[in-house]
């Protein structure tokens, strides 16, 4: 690593004094996961307000401003305070606003290393249970890859985003909701998971139709149970259906035609951003 200019050392020791205030100010936080970013973002204003680079042109386009704060926050050592989140992470997230938000315009190559810069930091701090701090991160990722139009890592910032809103939610039903579409699809991000539901639907359909009718022929009821998910049984197919069995074969005519407009709406919108 090259030696630091007077200016960047100046600027990092700032954000590494407000860092450590809001690290304190989290740790005394009931539920820090949950805590809204707002007060980290005046932290960030505080430095943008004397952040004045000597220069809008960078003189290398292809590094950040501080790649030293990034390190020490992929590695961070404990704090002598006994933190719980160690502050050299969040210097790393204060750092990674700094640029992003500062007046020097970002190259492409730039872009690519302060998005991977704010996706690391936000699984370290999913890992410690910093929700909407990672949210926040993630979004930040998601906005730069974007610029590049880097659909892939987008997407996977994308899922991660969304992973952390959930988790930042008191629990309750839209937290259940929300991991509910996690273990669907991917909170959309991943429709190929909801054809294993679309197999195991299935399954416990004809599984519990086998059950409840002992009179109609297996083959039979296995063939009703596998093909009625895709396309409905008419009134003359399930006439001699035990009437349980009826109304299931409905209910899983339903819950196919849901899933699978579900799967080929996700897989259209992957499609298109390929």
Not at 125 to 150: C, I, K, P, Q, W
Not at 163 to 175: D, E, I, Y
Not at 223 to 236: A, D, E
Request: hydrophobic share 45%.
């Amino acid at each position: 690593m090259g030696e630091i200019s007077p200016f960047v050392a100046s600027v990092s020791t700032r954000i590494a004094r407000h860092a450590a205030a809001y690290t304190a100010e989290l740790d005394a936080a009931e539920h820090p996961g949950r805590m809204s970013p707002d007060s980290f973002a005046v932290h960030v204003e505080a430095v943008l307000d004397d952040y004045d680079p000597p220069s809008t042109r960078r003189r290398h386009s292809d590094t950040l401003v501080f790649p030293h704060l990034y390190s020490a926050a992929r590695d961070p050592s404990a704090d002598e305070e006994g933190w719980r989140v160690p502050s050299a992470v969040l210097a790393g997230l204060m750092a990674a606003e700094v640029e992003f938000r500062g007046p020097l315009r970002l190259s492409a190559r730039q872009n690519t290393l302060l998005a991977e810069e704010y996706e690391t930091i936000g699984a370290q701090l999913s890992a410690v249970g910093l929700s909407t701090h990672a949210a926040l991160a993630f979004r930040r990722a998601m906005a730069l890859y974007r610029v590049n139009e880097d659909d892939r890592a987008e997407d996977r910032c994308g899922l991660e985003l969304a992973r952390s809103n959930t988790r930042a939610l008191p629990h309750g039903v839209r937290r259940w909701a929300g991991q509910g579409s996690y273990l669907l699809c991917g909170h959309g991000y991943r429709p190929s998971w909801l054809l294993g539901w679309v197999v195991s639907q299935m399954l416990l359909f004809t599984g519990v139709a086998l059950l409840l009718d002992s009179v109609q022929p297996p083959a039979d009821t296995i063939y009703m149970g596998v093909t009625g998910f895709l396309n409905p049984p008419g009134p003359g197919d399930t006439q001699d259906l035990h009437g349980a069995v009826r109304v299931l074969f409905v209910i899983e005519a339903w819950t196919g035609a849901v899933s699978m407009s579900v799967f080929f709406a996700l897989l259209v919108r992957k499609w298109f951003r390929m």
